[in-house]
């Protein structure tokens, strides 16, 4: 179990441009990444070192977002001036979670540009909508050459800290963690969500080769 990635809506600039924009900040690449059309959504990813990576994702025109909640969380955050919405962690045994917390997995597809298919599954969208503190939980198909982080240079750039409004411990019981886990890779700050709004990603610290970043 790893942070994955962490998603970011885009902004009123659009797609391409918030994706240049948070590239700048994190001395990264931007990769065009393709639509989900299961989804509703289009991607860009931002590599990053260790494995993770940065996805900016925009909502398309397109019934299936309006039905698809993945689509209708990117829609919300982006009509509010964009920014973080989600964040993923990989798992290696997805189906275990399923029968645990009682949620069947979504088959996510994606065609890249070169013509590569990824294949994932993933649970927890509904909880971009009810309980967004949570992240999503995902199993990726095929090898990790494919993975988003493994298809360009990633300059050094480390996801170092996710600033979250919530619960730590409902967070920890969802995934099916012990009270006392912390994390030895990345810094989890944790926010008092009743005093400070919805639940859910406030920030993202970076650590560059340019020094930390937060976002």
């Given at each position: 179990m790893r942070v994955d990635h962490v998603g970011y809506a885009a902004g009123p600039e659009g797609l391409q441009a918030t994706a240049r924009r948070l590239a700048s900040l994190l001395g990264v690449r931007v990769v065009d990444g393709g639509p989900h059309p299961r989804f509703g959504t289009r991607n860009v990813v931002l590599p990053l070192s260790e494995g993770a990576y940065v996805e900016v994702?925009?909502?398309?025109?397109?019934?299936?977002?309006?039905?698809?909640?993945?689509?209708?969380?990117?829609?919300?955050?982006?009509?509010?001036?964009?920014?973080?919405?989600?964040?993923?962690?990989?798992?290696?045994?997805?189906?275990?979670?399923?029968?645990?917390?009682?949620?069947?997995?979504?088959?996510?597809?994606?065609?890249?540009?070169?013509?590569?298919?990824?294949?994932w599954r993933q649970i927890g969208a509904p909880g971009l909508r009810e309980d967004p503190q949570l992240p999503l939980l995902i199993e990726w198909a095929g090898p990790l050459t494919q993975h988003p982080s493994a298809i360009a240079l990633a300059g050094g750039t480390r996801l170092a800290g996710l600033t979250i409004a919530g619960d730590p411990d409902r967070v920890r019981t969802w995934m099916g963690l012990p009270p006392e886990f912390v994390s030895g890779r990345i810094a989890f700050t944790w926010l008092d969500a009743d005093s400070d709004g919805q639940p859910g990603l406030r920030a993202v610290t970076f650590e560059t080769s340019r020094g930390v970043v937060q976002v």
């Open positions: 994702v925009e909502v398309l025109d397109h019934p299936v977002a309006e039905k698809a909640v993945f689509g209708q969380a990117v829609r919300t955050r982006s009509e509010a001036g964009g920014g973080w919405f989600t964040w993923a962690v990989t798992v290696d045994d997805l189906a275990a979670y399923e029968q645990r917390l009682g949620e069947a997995a979504e088959q996510g597809v994606r065609r890249r540009p070169d013509g590569v298919e990824l294949r």
